[in-house]
């Protein structure tokens, strides 16, 4: 084993995931994870993500989200809660957020493609689609809130306001995604 072998090269997690490693760099990385819990933790994380968005946007019914959607995302949001007070208390919290982000900016994305690519929809199938996600989102957002809310206290006052102000931004997201969705209702 050589010297770079000790190294941690976050940028491989991803490129692995993608399968963009060669066969050598492959072996290495492989190698790597299995003596290295900072790699290994972070290919959980970014597949256990992959999965969640995979699970979101690859549907066929596009934009029905699946029925443990809110359960997935709050396990592996209180899965990092339970870890955050240890050494990577800042990093863990600033993840967790990116990923709540992600997931908001993904909803906006997939509703964008639903209303540009499908725009031939019926209105009862958008009226049904728009209950259902008012529903989930309903539901997305008092979980999340709870998880939030439980990391948002204990926190230290800079970090609150980053919290809280991700918190917003993510409401931001939904709401503007509800707009767009009754926008998509009035011209249908
Ligand atoms: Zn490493």
Request: charged share 20%; glycine share 4%.
């Amino acid at each position: 084993m050589d010297y770079t072998d000790k190294l941690c090269q976050l940028e491989n997690v991803a490129a692995y995931l993608d399968g963009e490693l060669t066969a050598a760099g492959l072996e290495r990385f492989e190698q790597h994870v299995k003596e290295c819990s900072i790699c290994a933790n972070e290919l959980r994380v970014q597949r256990q993500l992959l999965c969640t968005l995979d699970v979101a946007f690859n549907d066929a019914r596009a934009f029905d989200l699946p029925k443990n959607f809110a359960r997935v995302v709050t396990a592996s949001a209180e899965n990092d809660l339970s870890m955050i007070r240890h050494r990577h208390e800042r990093r863990r919290a600033l993840k967790l957020c990116v990923v709540l982000g992600l997931i908001s900016f993904g909803l906006l994305g997939a509703a964008t493609r639903t209303i540009v690519v499908d725009p031939l929809r019926s209105l009862f199938h958008t009226a049904r689609v728009l209950s259902d996600l008012l529903f989930q989102a309903l539901a997305d957002a008092v979980s999340t809130a709870s998880v939030l809310v439980r990391m948002i206290v204990p926190a230290q006052p800079g970090l609150r306001l980053l919290l809280m102000l991700v918190f917003l931004a993510s409401l931001f997201c939904l709401s503007l995604l509800i707009v767009k969705y009754r926008r998509a209702q009035i011209i249908e």
